[in-house]
């Protein structure tokens, strides 16, 4: 009630849409897509009391081909496009010094918080889409036509620990897919489900969870590396472009001493810096979490004069793994979400590829459809602009000042 009317994203309310996913599954004129974003794996096994913190990927895939989904692919492939996109484009900000610092644009949240309170600085963020803002117009052009499937009968469905991104999918923006193919109708990405969603929905069916056998991605938007799958934690956007921002900038991946330097910002701090070296050039980022920390870090930046050149800001406690559609234990939450960046630290020590630039089908996929990063159309399809809603702040304000909100 009161949450939906004041909550610039809608986070703290959740609408269910399952049902209709089901619906889909059971047209069979229909092609239902799930892609799963990074935090949902290390979340999912606690409805079904598997301890915080396990690494339940495989059993999730199953999960979702189990209840009909014809193709499961991972936003973790999408997490790897956004950074290389994202790097990209902070290289030409700072080799041009302009629109620093480069502030990231995954968090929905964040970047509808700017647009109403700080529209001064949308030029300072990233125009790269979110990872499913990437992965919805890339399945329904590239993975489409190498798939021979008709787009328009794809139902494209995020699996998230986001209720913000049921915001994000429906901005009018979101159709490049359709503008590409000349089909007005079409939407990048139809459905966002969150991880409670699903556990919802296989209790529904009585599926059995935990004794479901690992099974594996769709090939083509699949494939993942370790910078894919840190997207999930506060830090981790930041440190998985700079990986790639090191290696377009010297041509060599980023040696273990600057890896460490980067590691610096991972933690609990609502605001947390460092600086880094590429050969001579001092790189200054900063790490935020929840709007209040944004706020306060976007003041004393305009006071101070200290230059930073990459900036990334979530809006949930952790980022993501923390996020308003992830199972809730508010009793032990801050352990949990602990538990929860662990596991994806250690999925991304254990992958051989830690970099988003050598995913083979993200090379892939620039050599045969978008080109290269930030080209005629990758901008197209890849990128986006914002909004300045600052007009929308009167409402807004008076009912904000008599409500408190707990999540931002
Ligand atoms: Fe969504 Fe929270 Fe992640 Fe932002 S930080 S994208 S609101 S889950």
Known sequence: GQCANVCPTNSITEVYEYQSVKEAIRNKEKT????????????????????????????????????????????????????????????????????????????????????????????NISSAKSPIGMQGPTIKTYFAKKRGIDPTKIVNVALTPCTAKKFEIRRSEMNSAGKYLNIPSLRDMDNVITTRELAMWAREENI???????????????????SGVIFGNTGGVMEAALRTAYFYLTGENIPKESLSKLESVRGNDGIREASIDIKGLTVNVAVIYGTANAKKFIERMKKGDKTYHFVEVMTCPNGCIGGGGQPKNLEEIESIREKRVNALYKRDNELANKFSHENEEIKLLYKEFYGKPLSKLSERMLHTAYIDRSKDLNIGDKKMAKFKCKVC
């Open 208 to 226: 059995d969870f935990n004794s479901l056998e690992d099974g594996k991605y769709d090939s083509l938007m699949g494939e993942a590396s370790g």
């Open 32 to 123: 239902v897509i799930v892609s799963t974003s990074p935090s949902v794996r290390v979340a999912l096994g606690e409805e079904f009391n598997l301890p915080a913190g396990t690494f339940s990927e495989g059993k999730m895939i199953s999960l979702l081909r189990k209840l009909g989904v014809d193709y499961v692919l991972d936003t973790n492939f999408g997490a790897d496009l956004t950074i290389v996109e994202e790097a990209s484009e902070l290289i030409e900000r700072i080799k041009e010094n302009r629109n620093l610092p480069q502030f990231t644009s995954c968090c929905p949240a964040w970047v509808k918080y700017v647009e109403t309170y700080y529209p001064e600085i949308i030029p």
